[in-house]
């Protein structure tokens, strides 16, 4: 397994839609996947303090099978995203040690 990060910036004026799709994206972050299992994560935000964009991070086999958990995201789903980065990772410093809530 590998590291990868996702950075999905929002489309302007979507708070909302982000805000009422968020409880179906936590169920979906904390879904068990055999080739993909989501370690850490965050919304990223706006100078104004508000959610803009989302950084999780997974370890995965591959970069597919982030794709593959993504494509069924319902911020994804919900066209939330003007912009989604996966990028490999290697974990740096910090415990990558994870327990879901």
């Known amino acids: 397994?590998?590291?990868f990060v996702l950075i999905g910036?929002?489309?302007a004026g979507l708070l909302e839609l982000r805000k009422s799709l968020r409880?179906?994206?936590q169920a979906h972050?904390?879904?068990p996947q055999?080739?993909?299992?989501?370690v850490a994560g965050g919304p990223l935000l706006g100078d104004d303090?508000?959610?803009?964009?989302?950084?999780l991070v997974f370890d995965a086999t591959s970069r597919t099978a982030v794709e593959q958990f993504f494509a069924d995201d319902p911020?994804?789903?919900g066209g939330l995203f003007e912009t989604v980065e996966i990028l490999p990772w290697r974990w740096g410093f910090g415990s990558p040690?994870?327990?879901a809530p």
């Open 9 to 11: 910036r929002d489309r």
């Open 97 to 99: 040690t994870y327990a």
């Open 34 to 38: 055999p080739l993909c299992k989501a």
């Open 29 to 31: 972050f904390f879904t």
């Open 23 to 25: 409880p179906a994206h």
């Open 1 to 3: 397994m590998a590291y």
């Open 75 to 77: 911020y994804n789903l």
């Open 49 to 55: 303090g508000e959610m803009s964009g989302s950084l």
